[in-house]
Nanobody, 115 residues
Framework: QVQLVESGGGLVQLGGSLRLSCATS????????MKWYRQAPGKERELVAA???????NYADSMKGRFTISRDNAKNTVYLQMNSLKPEDTAVYYC?????????WGQGTQVTVSS
C-alpha cells in the first residue's frame, strides 16, 4: 500500500533552516508528482510546493526564494529545504501525492519557529 512518512521537523529560531524528508513506498515514485502542504493551528491546509515527475517545481508566493523542493528517485524520497524561517512558518507539514485518482498523505511533521 502507499505510504508517506515525513521526518525532519523540529524547533528552530527565527532565520534558521530545516530540511524535511518524505520517504515513500507502495507506488512508482519516479512517475508521480509530489507536494508539500502545511497546516497552522486554526487555519486551512495550504500548498507549500510541488514537484513534477520530471522535476519541475512550483511554490506558493510566500515561500519563493526561501524554500526548495527536490526529489531523489533512487531513494523514493522528496525533500523540502526551508531557509530564513519565520514564526508564521510554524505548522504541521505534510507530503502528498495523487495516485490512481486518490490522495495520499503522510502523518505530518511539526515545524515550530521561535522568535
Amino acid at each position: 500500500q502507499v505510504q508517506l512518512v515525513e521526518s525532519g521537523g523540529g524547533l528552530v529560531q527565527l532565520g534558521g533552516s530545516l530540511r524535511l524528508s518524505c520517504a515513500t513506498s507502495g507506488f512508482t515514485f519516479s512517475s508521480y508528482a509530489m507536494k508539500w502542504y502545511r497546516q497552522a493551528p486554526g487555519k486551512e491546509r495550504e500548498l507549500v510546493a510541488a514537484i513534477t515527475s520530471p522535476g519541475a517545481t512550483n511554490y506558493a508566493d510566500s515561500m519563493k526564494g526561501r524554500f526548495t523542493i527536490s526529489r531523489d528517485n533512487a531513494k523514493n524520497t522528496v525533500y523540502l529545504q526551508m531557509n530564513s524561517l519565520k514564526p508564521e512558518d510554524t505548522a504541521v507539514y505534510y507530503c502528498n501525492t495523487r495516485y490512481i485518482f486518490r490522495e495520499y498523505w503522510g502523518q505530518g511533521t511539526q515545524v515550530t519557529v521561535s522568535s
